[in-house]
């Protein structure tokens, strides 16, 4: 073994890698688990060897995400981290501690979830907010305001304050944003994010606050840091319920227990609850409920005594990688996906996961015939963690990403600036099949008859090239495909005429865009209503839209710049495709015309089923209340929209109202 000294040195100067990683560059290389076994190796180490200095070391501190570009803050009371276990046993040893150190007390804990996102301090001076401060090495962070105080249903001012208060929580971002983004990122090429809570740290240390702010982010309270004048608390369980009244989003669920046999079922309930939670949770954190026992603890350099943070093991599993297939996106990107032999992962079935791109594959060096560690990362999407080296077979070989493609018969470039390969032409058969179903899809023209085989075969028959090529289609000339006969012929023919009609939001997102999803898609058709008028937007009016950032208007403004598009905009205008917003509103619908917000968990629909119904009923969701909201459709935990809407006067829905109003 290398003697202590060494494997200390090695061990710090290795955290403090991935401390730069994980807080600075929110481009973390390990997961968390195996970044706290590294951190607890290297505290054993030092307690074995106190002798070796360790106020420098990393076990002793809380990280630091201060970046040189933002002003930096300090803190009026310290943010600090919490030592965390993984382990039952520990969490009772703690209670223990604290029954030794109180014997006479009947001590209470609240459970808390613990969320995984970034954490910040949010001050108010007289009930104003005057600042964002990111945690930076916990007595000083970065001024993070302008891309915070945007966030949805954080109060601007709040009544009855102190003359300074420190609230304290975590900004996150929902599940459905960070596909969203890693989406659009995927097709212009730039390096994914691992998972949303990477993703969240990066957008808040964005420089360009109309970038950060077409980020959709969201935030939770669960603490106060400073409050002058002072106690205007005596117990942890009091915060929650005045935070609420202030108007701030808060935890869903929160338990008081007695005692740490207590505290403890309550964990196990938070972990069946979790799922359902609308943020990312990794864990509970478990608190003394009493200010003064609190104070009495006190804490160590870098966390405080009375409180720990327990957290969950992410589910993993061993299993065969069949095969890398590479999956080619609407703008001709190329992602490389495993393919595994199904296996259970937190009550799904994994059979698929993402390589994300050439470069993740040769650092882990992933291959063919692997035997690989799957995780799901926050719960939902599976990542190959690594490979089991000890399974590897013998004649296993390194897997060369530009071979495959040229075995497959694809001509992909990989681009000079990112590590996406890519099919850069438009006339490239393949391409123009990827483009031709992301149009036809369900979340775009959702044209029936006209599947993968179908486009293949229209693309290979030199048919098609392009959408517009669709219009011009006829009957004879599909019933020339296989397996068509008259009916399916006349069927497709059909549909193809329905679609014209379809909203002009569908048609915006089946162009294909880089970087306009679904939801941008809408937001361009709630702000512009024709699509001349986005055609003809300078950049600076695309900007102007709620939820579009420079990147995206400037993709946009370059899309229909761009000859080719504007001549196979000329044609599809030709052959009669809806391009206006009034036209495709369902003018007979119950919601016709109507902007809906939905929030909260509804107590039997899901987000997606109620964005249908109202979208089948002719009206239109938007993601912020506003004057412009008809209704407000709230479920349980719906705290902030819930307020403003009762504070602008909108009418609020439950689901039973809601389902009366539609159906
Ligand atoms: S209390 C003095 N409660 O987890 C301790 N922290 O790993 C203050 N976190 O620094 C923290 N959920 O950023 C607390 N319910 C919760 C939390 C929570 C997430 C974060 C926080 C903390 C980190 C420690």
Do not use: M
């Given at each position: 073994m290398a003697a202590p000294d060494k494997a200390i040195a090695k061990l710090r100067a290795e955290i403090e890698k991935h401390d730069r990683l994980y807080?600075?560059?929110?481009?973390?290389?390990?997961?968390d688990q195996a970044y706290d076994r590294l951190k607890a190796e290297l505290a054993a180490l030092e307690a074995a060897h106190p002798?070796?200095?360790?106020?420098?070391?990393?076990?002793q501190s809380v990280g630091d995400d201060r970046l040189e570009s933002f002003e930096s803050y300090q803190h009026r009371l310290p943010m600090l981290s919490l030592d965390n276990t993984y382990s039952q046993e520990e969490l009772i040893e703690f209670g223990q501690r604290l029954e030794k150190r109180f014997p006479d007390q009947a001590l209470k804990y609240l459970v808390e979830p613990k969320i995984d996102g970034v954490a910040v301090s949010l001050t108010y001076e007289k009930g104003e907010f005057v600042r964002a401060v990111s945690r930076g090495n916990g007595t000083e962070g970065d001024d993070i305001s302008s891309n915070v105080r945007?966030?949805?249903?954080?109060?601007d001012c709040i009544a009855d304050a102190p003359d300074v208060l420190e609230v304290r929580g975590e900004i996150y971002m929902l599940h459905e944003e960070f596909e969203r983004i890693n989406v659009t990122r995927e097709a212009e090429s730039q390096a994914l994010y691992a998972n949303p809570r990477n993703l969240a740290a990066g957008t808040i240390k964005l420089l360009d606050p109309a970038e950060a702010r077409a980020r959709k982010l969201d935030i939770v309270l669960y603490g106060v840091g400073?409050?002058?004048?002072?106690?205007?608390?005596?117990?942890?369980?009091e915060i929650q319920e005045r935070l609420k009244a202030w108007g701030f989003p808060v935890l869903e669920k929160i338990w008081l227990t007695d005692g740490i046999e207590q505290a403890w079922s309550s964990i196990e309930e938070l972990d069946t609850l979790r799922?359902?939670?609308s943020y990312p949770t990794d864990g509970a954190v478990v608190k003394l409920d009493d200010f003064r026992l609190q104070e009495e603890a006190g804490f160590t350099s870098k966390a405080p005594r009375w409180a720990i943070a327990y957290k969950f093991e992410a589910e993993r599993a061993e299993t065969l990688l069949k095969e890398i297939s590479l999956q080619i996106g609407r703008t001709g990107v190329v992602t490389p996906v495993a393919i595994l032999e199904p296996v259970q992962l937190a009550g799904t079935t994994v059979s698929r996961a993402t390589l994300h791109n050439e470069d993740e594959i040769r650092r882990k060096d992933i291959r063919p015939g692997d035997t690989v560690l799957v995780q799901k990362a926050g719960e939902i999407i599976p990542q190959?963690?690594?490979?089991?080296?000890?399974?590897?077979?013998?004649?296993s070989q390194a897997f060369d990403f530009g071979q495959h493609l040229r075995d497959l018969g694809i001509v992909a470039e990989r681009d000079p600036d990112g590590a996406a390969w890519r099919?850069?032409?438009?006339?490239d058969p393949i391409r123009q099949q990827r483009a031709l179903q992301h149009f036809a899809s369900r979340a775009c023209m959702?044209?029936?008859?006209?599947g993968s085989a179908v486009v293949e075969q229209l693309v290979d028959r030199g048919l098609?090239?392009?959408?517009?090529d669709l219009y011009a289609l006829t009957k004879e000339q599909l019933l020339?495909?296989?397996?068509?006969?008259e009916k399916s012929a006349q069927n497709l023919v059909d549909a193809l005429e329905v679609s014209k009609q379809r909203a002009l939001w569908q048609l915006i997102h089946g162009?294909?865009?880089?970087?306009?999803g679904k939801q941008s898609a809408k937001d361009l058709e709630a702000h512009f209503v024709t699509l001349d008028h986005i055609a003809r937007a300078s950049e600076e009016d695309l900007e102007e839209?709620?939820?579009?950032g420079s990147i995206m208007a400037q993709s946009i403004h370059a899309w229909f710049s761009d000859g080719t598009n504007d001549s196979l905009i000329h044609r599809l205008r030709d052959f009669g495709l809806n391009f206006d917003a009034q036209r495709s509103?369902?003018?007979?619908?119950?919601?016709?015309?109507k902007i809906l917000v939905l929030t909260g968990t509804l107590p039997t629909l899901t987000r997606s089923e109620a964005t249908d119904l109202i979208e089948k009923a002719g009206g239109r969701t938007s993601s912020s209340v506003s004057k412009?909201?008809?209704y407000v459709v709230a479920g349980e935990a719906s705290g902030s929209k819930y307020a403003k809407a009762v504070k602008l006067g909108v009418a609020i829905l439950d689901e039973p109202a809601f389902l009366a109003l539609v159906q």
């Open positions: 807080y600075k560059s929110a481009q973390p290389v390990i997961d002798s070796f200095e360790f106020e420098d070391s990393p076990t945007h966030i949805e249903g954080l109060p400073a409050c002058e004048p002072a106690r205007f608390f005596s117990h942890q369980a799922q359902k939670f190959v963690l690594g490979v089991v080296k000890s399974k590897r077979p013998a004649d099919i850069v032409s438009k006339d959702d044209i029936e008859n006209l098609v090239k392009d959408i517009a020339e495909l296989d397996k068509f006969a162009l294909g865009i880089p970087h306009v839209v709620d939820g579009i509103a369902q003018s007979n619908g119950k919601l016709s015309g412009k909201t008809d």
